[in-house]
């Protein structure tokens, strides 16, 4: 359990109050800046596009419980037990959560989710070119980005009221990518190769945002990937005898220098961008160091000391993943409290570490550059 004088408690706090305030329909967002959010990215953000799809091979236990059983007490296609950091930040903003695409009856007035688990920044014919599977959906950030325009071309009377509407809007823009590495790692390739795809993936980040900036968006995040090597999944997958591949977290370290390489060169490709887009609001979200930030703080956050690897769903032993018996799966069990590990399923995070994570980048400083942006956006905490 978390300490007594832990902010924590606060904080939490805080995103309960704003989660029923938020259900109860948000009759009143007088200041409020940010009236929408349009979300583009995979399973980190997916709210319930690929359920709708037609979930199937690792992917399809997340139409089931336990799946969204800490929240919401039913699967709700969000890969996690609960919420998920964009459920956080649309709270944060007295915004409602942002319904998925493909939800044809839901309520798109404060923005849409074309986020898909499994998502990929790069299209299908790359990975078919390089002998990759992809198994779970072909809803890459291109098909995203088409309907992104579909939607706004939908709802937009005219240019002047499109703009207008993208001036109080928020893009999340990502993340995105990662699958593009997780298939061809678990697919069996080298890091060596698979650094080779880093400037691919980046262009088609930066391509996607130079899209949606060229349809009127003016305030953008783009975050990073995640230091994958603190990972379940990688652990399991990855594991070695070299006490020397590990570094003093037990992360492995080939990985996570891969991660941040990636990140590096997407940094770099931000800041040009923004150089040449000197009217729009560009944010790097840290997803890396914001993670690194919660696991070395994890036992005053109340995680278990013995578990911070480990996933709460699934089965095996060290890490508890088995890619052959995934969580929900036949076989594969769930702690007894999710709120005690950082990791879900050995892939995903659980609520609670989620919701540290957007603490973190919304007000931990793992969000930048976020001078004067803050003050802007009214209604960040």
Known sequence: MAPKSSPLKAVSFLFLVLFFWTSAGLEEREGCYIKAIYSLGDSIADTGNLLREGVGGAFAPIAHLPYGETTFHRPTGRCSDGLLMIDYLASSLNLPFVNP?????????HGVNFAVAGATAL?????????????????????????????????????????????????????????DYNYAFFGGKSITEVISYVPHVVQSIINASKEVIDMG??????????????????????????????DDRMCLKGLNAFAMLHNLKLQEAIQELRQSHPHVIIMYADYYHAFLHLLDNALDLGFAKNSLMKACCGSGSEYNFDASKMCGSPGASTCDNPAELISWDGIHLTQKAYMIMARELISGGFSYPSYGVLEKWKCYY
């Open 101 to 109: 695409y493909l939800d044809k009856e839901a309520n798109f007035n």
């Open 123 to 179: 299209d299908h014919s790359f990975f078919k070119e390089r002998g990759i599977l992809m198994p779970y959906t072909n809803s890459s950030l291109n098909v995203q980005l088409d309907w992104l325009k579909t939607h706004l071309d939908s709802v937009c009377s005219s240019e002047t009221d499109c703009t207008e509407k993208l001036n109080h809007a928020l893009f999340l823009v990502g993340e995105i990518g990662g699958n």
């Open 217 to 246: 968006a003016v305030q953008l995040v783009i975050p990073g990937n995640f230091p994958i090597g603190c990972f379940p999944s990688y652990l399991t997958a990855s594991r070695s005898s070299d006490p020397d591949a590990y």
